[in-house]
């Protein structure tokens, strides 16, 4: 199995599309906590028509609702994008405090055995870990991408 993460932000409809079938994408993994995007320029990635078209291109959807950051830790990097006067659009890092949190509240509890099983389950071979910001670095599913490579080994590709 290989996997890779993607954002949407600064990408445009067709962008993002082309990136998961331009790699061959069979599975995507949805790890956001609330699945809709506000304003018309990203609405293709709010749920029901991000499942319709990548029904379209024969890509399997889930989502890893237990993957994705609670409000509260979701609040701790609000404050620190505050502090920063960084707007998330713009953030290129996580904060620390976002990310022990989200270490110790998520990543621990989440049992990764579990989920690697039921994409083999489904024949998964290439995953995507998707969440909005563009930069891997600066969102949730870099974390998830290292616990990946400290776990199983697997090497992760940012898309």
């Given amino acids: 199995m290989e996997f890779f993460t993607i954002g949407v932000y600064n990408s445009t409809e067709k962008e993002f599309f082309d990136k998961l079938v331009d790699n061959r994408i069979d599975t995507f993994c949805d790890i956001r906590q609330r ?9 293709f990635v709010n749920s029901i028509r991000l499942q319709n078209t990548l029904r379209g291109l024969d890509i399997k959807y889930t989502h890893i ?3 994705a950051p609670s409000t509260d830790i979701r609040e701790l990097q609000k404050e620190a994008d505050k502090q920063q006067g960084e707007a998330k ?3 290129n890092q996580l904060g620390k405090v976002f990310s022990l949190a989200y270490k110790d509240r998520i990543l ?5 055995d579990i989920f690697i099983e039921s994409l083999e389950n489904i024949g998964a071979r290439k995953v995507v870990l998707f969440c909005v910001e563009e930069n891997a670095s600066a969102c949730h ?6 616990e990946l490579k400290k776990r199983y080994n697997y090497k992760v590709r940012n898309l």
């Fill in 89 to 91: 659009k713009d953030r």
């Fill in 35 to 43: 699945r809709g995007v506000r304003g018309s320029q990203y609405m």
């Fill in 108 to 112: 621990n509890k989440f049992d990764f």
């Fill in 65 to 67: 609702v237990d993957l």
């Fill in 141 to 146: 599913r870099s974390l998830v991408a290292e």
